[in-house]
């Protein structure tokens, strides 16, 4: 195990208090871009096709690709998140706007399942769900707030189809600021991060069984092939632990509360509203996101557009990494026609 000793650059590095002085890292949409959005939209509707059933070729963005590709960088090299600014949702309903969505994504690259029934566009919204006090239901069902975490997934985006009344502030922090922070002030926070921990499936596993954890510890941290990468998901590994039947050391425990301390930090966390039509995306493996909680009502109703993307040509990845992170959450048989606690369908 290969332990990176030396901090990041500030360019992948970078705390919320540095870009909160500018709004450079806001890509504002052209018009031209969204015309030829609303073109491959109107294309793929007059070939009966229907979001999740083409691919790139069946929604040509020829003036977007410079665009694409200059997101595809930004995301695997640059700051790690994109915000794209200037959809007009008003011209379109739901379905429409997923099939947009879907056409940029798979520009990209693949999109991937996010629950155990396959869901491939999320709906973020609060569902008030009966088992609000589960410890396998997802928060992205309700109005509450979220820790600091990242999505299983290369990227996750984020379209805003309407905001709260009150709340639902998106943020995110950099996890590369944060593993500078920990070579300064805790280094011997590190091999237990490296080491890693066994994630909780929320009842979403092959098995179906709802104590069922991931076969081996998956690290915080990699180093491989002088690449860094994290990912970090607190509930997740304190409920693995806790299903394990092992509990978690002290040193670990206080590993992962440094971290989540960290995320919610002022210096290091980015606040944004996210506007409808905004298209955030977000590398998962250098940044992490959260939510306030929020209160719908006045003719708002939160929802977020939920996608998740395996980016092309991203290297080797730790295996624990590959295996539970990576591939989403697999749609699985068995929850084809069974209820799933970990979405509020019970």
Excluded at 128 to 153: E, F, G, W
Excluded at 227 to 238: A, E, T
Excluded at 311 to 318: H, Y
Aim: one cysteine or more.
């Amino acid at each position: 195990m290969e332990i990176l000793r030396h901090p990041l650059p500030s360019r992948v590095a970078w705390t919320g208090a540095e870009l909160s002085r500018s709004d450079d890292w806001i890509t504002q949409l052209t018009p031209a871009e969204l015309e030829e959005l609303d073109h491959a939209l109107r294309s793929v509707q007059q070939a009966g096709l229907k979001w999740g059933g083409f691919g790139a070729e069946s929604f040509p963005l020829k003036t977007l690709k410079t665009r694409i590709g200059t997101v595809d960088d930004e995301l695997k090299n640059g700051r790690g998140f994109v915000l794209l600014r200037g959809l007009q949702t008003a011209r379109y309903d739901v379905e429409e706007l997923k099939t947009i969505y879907w056409g940029l994504s798979v520009h990209l690259g693949t999109v991937i399942s996010q629950n155990a029934k396959g869901t491939m566009i999320e709906h973020v919204t609060d569902i008030a769900p009966k088992n609000l006090h589960d410890p396998n239901l997802r928060s992205y069902v309700t109005a509450a707030a979220q820790p600091p975490h990242a999505d299983l997934a290369d990227v996750v985006g984020l379209m805003c189809v309407d905001r709260a009344k009150e709340g639902g502030q998106s943020v995110i922090v950099s996890t590369m600021a944060i593993y500078n922070r920990i070579l300064a002030e805790h280094p011997e926070y590190l091999p237990v991060l490296y080491e890693g921990f066994h994630h909780d499936l929320r009842g979403e596993g092959p098995t179906g069984d709802s104590d069922e954890i991931s076969d081996v510890p998956v690290p915080v941290f990699s180093y491989r092939d002088g690449l860094l990468r994290s990912w970090f998901h607190s509930k997740k590994m304190r409920n693995g632990a806790r299903k394990r039947g092992i509990p978690l050391t002290p040193l670990q425990e206080e590993a992962i509360a440094y971290i989540e301390r960290q995320g919610t930090d002022s210096e290091v966390r980015l606040d944004m509203r996210l506007e409808r039509g905004d298209i955030q995306l977000l590398n998962n493996y250098t940044a992490m996101h959260y939510r306030t909680a929020f209160v719908d009502g006045d003719g708002h109703k939160r929802l977020m557009l939920r996608i998740w993307i395996e980016l092309r040509d991203m290297g080797e990845f730790d295996p624990a990494i590959a295996k539970w992170v990576r591939q989403g959450v697999p749609a699985q048989a068995w929850a084809e026609n069974k209820p799933l606690a970990a979405i509020g369908l019970v």
